[in-house]
């Protein structure tokens, strides 16, 4: 019964995504969009807590987002698929429940 | 009432979580939220909370609001039990990180009636890893 | 499938509307049944038909009730959540004995009720806030 | 001592304007000039006379309306940030071609320059928001 | 020319708190107030940032905000001053700026 | 013209800081903040900008909004200089912290008039330490 996971906020203002990472179960996924896709870049301080998860999880980006705030696919942690609204609208289809990290 | 509501089968009942992770009073996000459980109470559906990160503090005993001139609405969260909702799941690890234990959280007492109305803790004090579990265990799962 | 969607935040200060409108969008584009978008918190400011947005920027307002005209969406602002920011319709402002109304074609006021019903009977809520 | 404060978050959902209310009034109290209270971002849905609190609960338009009238307070709402918001006096609303307006006993609507003229004529400016 | 910082975000929630701790220049203070009270627990993941800087810089607190989340002076790291509104008011004017991380 | 704008001294220059550290699009409080500089321009103040924290990314370069549908106000930061706003100052440890260096900024420069107009770069990198001195060496600190 997985989960997605949504997370707007960047791990750099706040802590909703780092607790969003303690909380996965089994299956579950995240989508990361708005502010929260600047967490998703490589080489940062945060970079380390995605990779502890991105083994077991599906990581997911809005691209719409990536490109407001300048991000390129290259830029990004490996493992992140990025989708679109219409990709975000299958996500949730896909998962049984929807549980937003604001 | 619009025709959408006509259709809706009032036998459903499913699994609602209520998400709580702010503070309370430097926000509105629990009062708000709070509202919320009350509704969903009285539509007979399987309610529960969680307290995780801030959202511990809504719980923390000994709330005054006079001097900020705002309504203390802690009192209310001891009332759920009247209302049937008597799970409120609140995560160890927060406690913790934020210097508090479970003797500085209210007394939240309810009725079981399963159990010929003994009193019983609402607060459940659980591991980051149960509560995990908790909210994958849901039908709908609301934040604020 | 049938999805609900929860809109917490007010137009413009942050990107929950605009996000929520693209994927409601998104969600009647794919053939899907949106069954409510519910307003809560300062989401209700979104219902106002008094904003006037610069020219060269989106008109979140307009979106929202053309979107619903198109696709004959259920948009419910919640009435004690609006009460306290002063969202109005013609009766509300009526029965609180206030002089003007502010709500925006397409939107109209209701309980949380609204927003619990939505949760029972959509397959999927989806969540937009700060 | 000049004072001016400068709010930018709306009322109840988050208590920035609350603890303005609360800083405002004590140097009123203490006998210190306040030059201005300027309403910015969501800080203009303070300015609005449609809000309904419930009735255990405060009315901060109302606390700020009085405030104003007990102190000759000059208290100005950001007409681009008002605009985006639907916050409207009856001028605004007429040159917006809106068929009515919000504005509460109190506040007056300006440009943001009367901002930095606060910025510039009080000795201390205090920024509350989120 | 001492500057009061104040701060009313949570440090379990947003990095602001953090973040001004770290741009203290010699002899500035903080207020901190509203939600950012949680912050001065004792014994919190917290407190060992606020005794870093609490020997050279002064710590304040707003006490309507304390009483609201149930917080008693015994509770807070040491070296905390509570002040009402009305002291807030003098701790501006005592100051020569006053700076606001939101 | 209320009576107090009477009463300004338009001679007066204060230094004034805009603190900028929030992210773009998400919040709109860095679009609002840039509106409030462009204002303080026209009235001859001493401004200076501050980007730490996530303010850094304002100054991304490659910023594309089609998709979400909002207004890219990006192109106004490189506008400045006309306005004789030429002092933004970037905080290193917060670009390093976010995988970014100096080449991710736009290139932003203004025409310095008491150097025969070179062209020179506006963004300065500055430590934590330097950004401290300059936020404790104005007048008027708004954030937003």
């Known amino acids: 019964m997985p989960t997605l996971h949504t997370v707007n906020k960047s791990p750099f203002e706040r802590t909703a995504f780092g607790s969003c990472l303690k909380h996965l179960a089994a299956g579950d996924a995240v989508l990361v969009l708005e502010d929260g896709v600047v967490g998703l870049r490589k080489a940062t301080a945060f970079a380390g807590d995605l990779d502890a998860v991105s083994g077991d999880h599906k990581l997911y980006a809005l691209g719409p987002d990536l490109d407001a705030r300048g991000l390129k696919p290259d830029d990004l942690v490996s493992g992140v698929t990025v989708v679109d609204y219409g990709g975000f609208v299958d996500l949730v289809a896909e998962h049984d429940r929807t549980q937003a990290w604001l | 009432m619009s025709m959408d509501e006509q259709t809706i089968d009032t036998e459903v009942v499913k699994k609602f979580l209520y998400v709580n992770r702010k503070a309370p009073y430097g926000t509105i996000y629990a009062l708000e939220s709070l509202e919320v459980v009350l509704i969903s109470a009285a539509f007979d559906q399987d309610v529960s909370l969680a307290f995780l990160d801030d959202g511990v503090y809504q719980l923390v005993d000994g709330q005054d609001t006079k001097a900020i001139g705002m309504k203390n609405f802690s009192p209310t969260y001891r009332a759920l039990g009247d209302y049937e909702i008597t799970k409120l799941f609140v995560e160890k690890e927060s406690l913790d990180e934020r210097g508090l234990t479970e003797d500085d959280l209210m007394e939240i007492m309810y009725e079981d009636e399963d159990d010929d109305w003994a009193e019983k803790p609402s607060i459940r004090i659980v591991s980051r890893t149960e509560m995990a579990a908790v909210m994958a265990d849901q039908d709908v799962v609301l934040s604020f | ?130």
Chains 1, 5 share one sequence.
């Open chain 3, 1 to 130: 499938m049938k999805f609900a969607v929860l809109i917490n935040e007010g137009p413009y200060t942050h990107q929950a509307s605009d996000s929520a409108y693209h994927f409601t969008k998104a969600c009647l584009d794919k053939g899907h049944d949106v069954f409510r978008v519910f307003f809560y918190n300062d989401g209700v400011n979104n219902g106002t038909r008094l904003t006037v947005p610069p020219q060269d920027d989106r008109n979140l307002q307009k979106n929202w009730t053309e979107l619903a005209e198109k696709h004959d969406l259920d948009m419910v602002v919640c009435i004690a959540a609006a009460q306290r920011r002063g969202i109005l319709d013609e009766n509300e402002a009526r029965r609180q004995g206030k002089d003007a109304d502010n709500i925006a074609p397409g939107f109209r006021i209701s309980g949380l009720g609204q927003l619990v019903e939505a949760g029972i009977a959509a397959d999927r809520l989806v969540v937009f806030g700060d």
